[in-house]
């Protein structure tokens, strides 16, 4: 299974954005399923109130575990990294931005999972 299809699958499942981008990175986080779930919960939505878009949150949280509090540039630089890229392709990165523009939440997890499993594998 992909990183996508994994990231979708979860979403399937009932998770909201941010839990299914960061269980979907679990190699890059080192978190559990159930922990990962649990991290994420009040992220979706756009952290229940449509601003960032719960999809980069949860990547954001991956980089942070992979790379711990110590190294904030590195991580700032991989999260900066991500976020032009889904702006590039989506044009926003406030969950109500992109809803009102119609984008499938589906695209925006699949895109967030594979470019920063992408940016943490480098």
Known sequence: M???????????????????VLMTLQ???GLDEK??????????????CR??????SGAVMAAGMKYGAENRPLINGVDRE?????REKFG?????DLKAAKIPCDDLIRFA??????LLSK
Not at 6 to 19: E, I, T
Not at 51 to 56: D, F, K, Q, R, Y
Not at 82 to 86: R, V
């Open 27 to 29: 190699k890059h986080s």
């Open 82 to 86: 991500l976020i032009a890229a889904f």
């Open 35 to 48: 922990t990962a779930a649990a991290v994420a919960t009040g992220f979706g939505g756009g952290a229940g």
């Open 113 to 118: 999972a594979a470019k920063m499993d992408e």
């Open 2 to 20: 992909t990183t996508e299809e994994k990231a979708s699958a979860l979403h399937d499942r009932g998770y909201n954005c941010a839990q299914s």
């Open 92 to 96: 926003a990165v406030r969950c109500e």
């Open 51 to 56: 601003e960032l878009c719960g999809a980069i």
